[in-house]
């Protein structure tokens, strides 16, 4: 038996949204839903889904529009967090997975921040990988360099080398196999060539960024939070989420969790069993705790 299945919902503008589901969809535990970065797919949480599926758990991961399996859109415009929110919302209660514990890296984070000032009743839980109110500029400055101008490789084994120059300085110790892995997630063989998963146009969203244009930090949202468990996971070599960050984070929120990733970046795999192990205790204790008792 397959371990996801391929689940597609139409958004709020006629568009066809991918999720990936693992696990018993009639479980009575709570939902899980995963969101990715900005270029990133559904597929980044397969092992750390099938692992929480096996504990009995609906795992559901988002493939945002123009990303994965969803459906690219005509205007590049709409890859915009308020549409992508509205995206979150139209899976959530179409796949009747609500409240959720949300899992989301990066962007996928950002959405989760947003969802608690918009939607709070949705939320269960949520786990900030890699992601906080304060984004730092150089990890920006980084995504904007590659984003939508990676080389076509002429394999994967190529892309997998491509991957390691330009990420070896953030994940040192990945291997061989992890780098291939990554590859496949990154392209896709479309019978005449490789193709990038993601829509290339994505990177338009980042034109009008620079060290001048940094976005504000967004405390508001992330205190939105407050009625619900948090765990924030940190890559220790990220450049996108500092450790200052995390400190003020927790500042403000005495019982968030958090963990801190060794030898790994933006953002960390959330694949080794250590972390998955980590990660299925902080989603047990959101079930057992009192709405607005964290």
């Not at 405390?219 to 995390?246: C, E, K, Y």
């Not at 953002?267 to 607005?292: K, N, W």
């Amino acid at each position: 038996m397959a371990s996801s299945r391929d689940l597609f919902v139409t958004a709020q503008d006629g568009l066809s949204v991918h999720v990936l589901e693992f696990g018993s969809r009639v479980s009575a535990r709570t939902p899980i839903m995963c969101l990715p970065g900005f270029s990133r797919t559904a597929e980044d949480f397969r092992t750390l889904a099938e692992a929480l599926a096996r504990e009995g758990r609906r795992v559901l991961a988002l493939d945002s529009r123009g990303r994965g399996s969803s459906q690219f859109d005509t205007d590049p415009k709409n890859y915009s967090l308020a549409v992508e929110l509205a995206d979150l919302i139209s899976v959530l209660t179409a796949l009747e997975a609500m409240p959720a514990i949300l899992i989301g890296s990066s962007r996928g984070g950002l959405l989760a921040m947003l969802l608690a000032v918009q939607r709070p009743t949705m939320l269960a839980g949520v786990i900030l990988n890699d992601i906080g109110p304060v984004i730092e500029t150089t990890g920006l400055l980084r995504i904007k360099g590659y984003l939508g101008k990676l080389p076509s490789p002429r394999s994967f084994a190529e892309g997998a080398a491509i991957l390691r120059k330009l990420s070896e300085d953030q994940f040192p110790t990945l291997t061989e196999a992890d780098w291939l892995t990554a590859a496949r997630r990154t392209w896709r063989h479309d019978g005449t060539g490789f193709a990038l998963t993601y829509d290339p146009r994505l990177a338009e969203a980042f034109a009008a960024f620079s060290p001048d244009a940094a976005p504000p930090p967004i405390w508001a949202q992330f205190d939105a939070l407050a009625h619900v468990p948090v765990m924030v996971v940190r890559g220790a070599n990220s450049d996108i989420l500092s450790a200052q960050t995390v400190a003020a984070m927790r500042e403000r929120r005495g019982s968030m969790e958090s963990l801190e990733v060794p030898d790994q970046g933006h953002t960390p795999l959330l694949a080794e069993p250590e972390v998955i192990a980590r990660i299925a205790a902080f989603v047990a204790s959101c079930e057992h705790q009192p709405a607005g008792g964290h």
